[in-house]
């Protein structure tokens, strides 16, 4: 097999370039397999993350040749003749070389307002396959956050970052808004603060996730509509103030107690 | 002296963000003790997203004859009784509990047609026993315990990598030193109680399926801090890795395949398990493929098929086909489940594994065989511990999961692990707490243990010339897998304890290049000295255990001597130093109390 050449980022904070290594190509491998020999003879510092290699844990995302993917996940063989460009994530802070401060979706995920059961029954909650299956298909996410990287909201207006969750939280919110089990409302928050309105549905996310999760689809505009009937129908609006509401509010919302 | 490093005081301190360290984490903050968890990746990324198939427990949802009494006599005899049998017990008992309680915090396991939670066949388990989410149950599992661990306040310190334990003047543990990987700066934690749940060792091998961090850190720092380490020399070689293309080679075939049906041939397209069913297994085990495809529907109208002995057995089956010239082209054996099942069965039961296959050796599962082989996976042994309290022998100090040894004897049951990360997580925390609570705990870090520590860790800056770590990580692998690999003989594993006094040499001559922040060559100098301190244990063991027993497989002692099921091997080290001598000693199994035994002989 012909020779590759990998157009690498290098540097951190304070600034870097491409920097490009020629190296054999071997049957078989995939992008973080060629980085891995490059870590292993000319660059032991090249920094990059990654944990399982097998598109589990989502810890490598990098953008290959602009777009991002799972560097263990794609092949050598299936990109294009020619140089391979591998760069940081772009909507987050350079660490160094290809890793990124994703720390931001870490503060996302502690806003969440926790699951919140009722008791258990003696012998376990009861709940059927077709009700756990709209939940588990979000539950599929490695948290690769290849989604928020190429949502357009935060990636292009780092200014949208203080009130925008992203699309892995708003299907981690849909999550829990259609879990059989759940009893906190999240619709007010989500509309008010997790900036779900910011999104126009252009389904980047939903191309880019490797796990296959239709975001947009599945999630979001349900989470829209949701969210929407929640605020404007004047019949539940009425039912609210007459009745409170059977839901927590989102701002009543607190770390479930222990069982 | 005094600490001018950045420094955080907990109560408990958790080192490692898996399964164990998480359930460590809620229960130790329910009690209202301040917890801290350091893991060396970000939060939710650790091995135990790579668990499969499911977690044990006997819930008796699907076979209603199951209870713990059954689960208790599986484990031990996979673990062809090498177990801590309190430890066995007390998984078999408490796990349905710690599996009901995952849904509490939010998890959504595959259900039964009456919305209970379902369970699903595996190696060496009676009954249909495992909870999963389809094939990514530890992704659930990890997942569940990250959002409550969050939910809770927990602080985290992500891509904080501890280099040692730190002692007070007495002897106990008193706190850690770590560096910041972004950064490369150190930072001190004092700590009334630490919690060990770092995991596995595989790394060390060529052909495994743990990821980077598998590196035995735990198993390492608790030898140098004065535990000692038991049952090393098992290690488990899960029957189906991947074995084509090279660069995924080791990557984990889950054991559902078979669970759900999968079956193994050799080249010639025969069903070889049928020959290697041990007489142990023999009474339970179907005789023909007409009797073994029937048990899938119904377990009461024929034995389970021989593909679902325990992982050992598979194991050394498979190899023994390969080296007989019945090996597939990449030097494995297939795995098929296309000719036995739907197309849409495979998809929605094993959708992981199809696209795996799919996008990593463009073989599609659902109308093709995959080829697979044994790859290092789970290490048996581990840091000895109470089995109550899970604390080891050192004050202060704990240890749960992977990092523990005792609980799976000399080989782990498929499922047993994700069961185990919860049942002992939680009794850990229990235990740190217990501990603190009686009030004996260290006040102050024995700084010059601390300043030891960074000098070992900056040394490789300071040398002019060198070796390059990756250089020694590669040739130590190649020659673990060489020489202490699944079948081993006393000349390998005695070439295999001299070849690791010289990697012990080369260590000592690394020189890295870079600076400190997020350098992974200088990561790997800082894990090196743990792979070879653990790697020194298993081939001690491996030497000394002159049988052949689940993980442990000697061609010069083919069979299982019952002088050696009467004790464990025990590693210690007086010097603290990762190249101190190491002690090995025979520690007796716990006795076994009669009610226990009683089980064990019942006739099935």
Redesign the interface.
Known sequence: MADVTMRIWRG?ASGGDFENYTIAQ?????VL?VIHRI???DA????????????????CAAEINGKPRLMC?T?MDQLPEGPVTVTPMKTFPI???L?T??SFN?AQ??K?P??L?PP?PE???????ED?ER??EF?????CFMCQDVCHVIRDHEENKAHYAGPRFFIRYAE?EM?P??QNDRRDLVREEMGLGYCNITKCCTEVCPEHIKITDNAIIPLKERVVDAHYDPVAWLGRKILRRTKRSSAEAT??P?? | MTNTYEHHEYDVLIIGAGGAGLRAAIEAKQRGLKVGIITKSLLGKAHTVMAEGGMAAAMGNVYAEDNWMVHFRDTMRGGKYLNNNRMAELHAKESPDRVRELEQWGALFDRTKDGKILQRDFGGHRYARLAHVGDRTGLELIRTLQQKVVSMGTDVFMECKVLKLVHDADGRIAGCVAYWRPTGEFVTFSAKAIILATGGVGKSWKFTSNSWEGTGDGHAMALWAGAQLIDMECIQFHPTGMVWPLSVRGLLVTEGVRGDGGVLRNSEGKRFMFNYVADMFRAETAESEEEADKWYDDHTAGRRPPELLPRDEVARAINAEVKAGRGTPHGGVYLDIASRRSAEFIRRRLPSMYHQFMELAGVDITSESMEIGPTCHYIMGGVKVDADTAATSVPGLFAAGEVAGGMHGANRLGGNSLSDLVVFGRRAGMGAAEYIEAGEVATSLNMAEVEEAIREALAPFERTEGENPYDIQRDLQEMMQANVGIIRNAQEVEFALGELEKFTQRVKNIKVKGGRAYNPGWNLATDLPSMISVSKCVATGASLRKESRGGHTREDYPAADPEFAKFNFAHSTNGGNWDSPIVTVESPLLPMPDELKALLEEAH
């Open positions: 951190d071997n049957e078989g491998e995939v397999d870590q292993a003879t032991p510092d090249l920094a990059c993350r990654w944990n399982c290699k097998a598109g589990k844990c989502g810890s996940m092949r660490i160094r070389d890793v401060d994703v870490f995920a502690e969440v926790a699951f059961p258990m012998g376990g909650y009861v709940m059927f396959q756990v939940g588990q539950r599929k996410c490695i948290e829990l879990h089990l759940d770390v479930q222990a069982p």
